[in-house]
């Protein structure tokens, strides 16, 4: 995406039509899936060897792979993109490459786990930034501090990714990147201070802020072009000493634009009130992950655009509710995974609903045991949960994919 090649269609977010190309090449076999996780989403995959010799084939001197004890033979005017696992390699080849002034990617790939603390010494930031075509820097998993790369010479640059990085603070010259459209600060536990000024920044990742006064210094609300938000506290965090989260998430109040949302690890009891308020009437997609300590849904029934829900992990959670008198009016997928406590849909009794939910499942939830009204209904997953919810089947008239797995107790149903 971040090297055009991804074409744009009308509206459509990049993000939405670059996942549309990934399962298309997926399911002609180009991909091969090497790891996926818990709720079976893919994670990693790789191209298979004979589509790897294609690409390397078409793709000639553009590409360049530097690795430990190899001698890389290539031709510095021709390198387009860089990668490596390598650092000290990586350093030798960037010294090498004062020529490849088109250089547009440069990943310093990871071979460590999101959620390890191995770190790697970063030896060359001030090469990086003789590279003035670049548009994608990948620095994960790096002792780097500060950022001490002048900004100004990396217009271009459209994706930076510090994940996991000893980073303490970005610098305000960031903001001047208009062509930046995804900066990933994943698992950043040192990050203090977000720069004041990033109106231009089209999609930012959030990961933690610290305390409510950077939240709010990073005024999301007024980022008019910032689509999507993801914020996530780490797991092995003390719940007892993060009694700041509510105010955290209050201080990150988008812009009512925003299109994606995704939080988890909150701990606490309830949402912040821009949640509750339903202030977020154009989201198209929310995930609510590991979010165990709240007991109230916001009224997400009442958003008109919303296509897609991921609930997960959110024990304390009883209830679905309507919300509203036509509820879920655009929701064309649901998934509900791990909800131990969830026991009943409120609210839909003689109301309108899900008129276009198309795919719905139902994983680990052994406490819902009915279904409501599901008029265009083509999918049904049901995992690990009550079976008295397949009684409920016999009313879905659109369905045409039935999956069942696994249910803790022997339920006796008929149809006639």
């Known amino acids: 995406m971040a090297n055009g090649f991804i074409p744009s269609r009308g509206r459509m977010d990049l993000e939405d039509i670059g996942h549309e190309v990934f399962v298309e090449l997926l399911s002609r076999s180009l991909f091969e899936t090497t790891e996926k996780d818990e709720d079976g989403y893919i994670r990693k995959c790789k191209l298979h060897d004979a589509a790897y010799d294609l690409a390397r084939s078409v793709m000639g001197a553009e590409c360049m792979k530097a690795e430990a004890e190899e001698a890389p033979n290539f031709s510095p005017e021709r390198i387009r993109h860089l990668s490596s696992s390598d650092v000290t390699s990586a350093a030798k080849a960037l010294e090498s490459l004062h020529k490849a002034q088109k250089m547009r990617s440069f990943l310093l790939i990871s071979n460590y786990d ?85 109106k231009n920044m089209r999609s930012t990742k959030y990961n933690k802020s610290g305390n409510s006064t950077n939240a709010k210094e990073a005024n999301l609300i007024a980022k008019q072009n910032l689509h999507s938000l993801e914020v996530s506290w780490w797991e092995n965090n003390n719940v007892t000493m993060r009694g700041n989260d509510e105010k955290v998430l209050e201080g990150l109040e988008p812009h009512p634009n925003l299109k994606r949302l995704d939080i988890s690890y909150y701990s606490r009891i309830k949402f912040p009130h821009w949640m509750m308020d339903s202030a977020l009437m154009n989201l198209e997609k929310i995930s609510l992950i590991m979010c165990k300590q709240c007991e109230i849904l916001p009224p997400f029934g009442q958003l008109p655009f919303l296509k897609v829900l991921v609930i997960a992990h959110m024990n304390g959670v009883k209830c679905i509710g309507a919300g509203s008198s036509k509820a879920f009016p655009s929701l064309k997928e649901l998934t509900l995974k791990g909800m131990a406590n969830l026991e009943e849909w409120s609210g839909f009794e003689g109301r309108e609903a899900f008129p276009s939910l198309r795919k719905l499942t139902i994983d680990g939830c052994p406490k819902l045991s009915t279904l409501p009204w599901l008029p265009s209904l083509e999918e049904l997953v049901i995992r690990d949960s009550n079976g008295n919810v397949l009684r409920s089947v016999m009313n879905l008239t659109s369905l045409s994919s039935l999956c069942l797995d696994v249910f803790p107790e022997t339920v006796t149903w008929c149809t006639c």
């Open 114 to 198: 999101e959620n390890t603390s191995h770190y790697r010494r970063l030896l060359f930031p001030h090469y990086i930034s003789e590279f003035r075509f670049l548009r994608v820097l990948d620095l994960r998993h790096t002792d780097i501090k500060i950022l001490q790369i002048p900004m100004d010479n990396l217009k271009h640059l459209r994706y930076l990714d510090l994940s996991y990085s000893y980073i303490e603070a970005l610098p305000e010259s960031i903001s001047s990147l208009q062509n930046l459209q995804t900066l990933k600060l994943r698992g950043c536990v040192l990050l203090r201070e977000l720069p004041k000024n990033m």
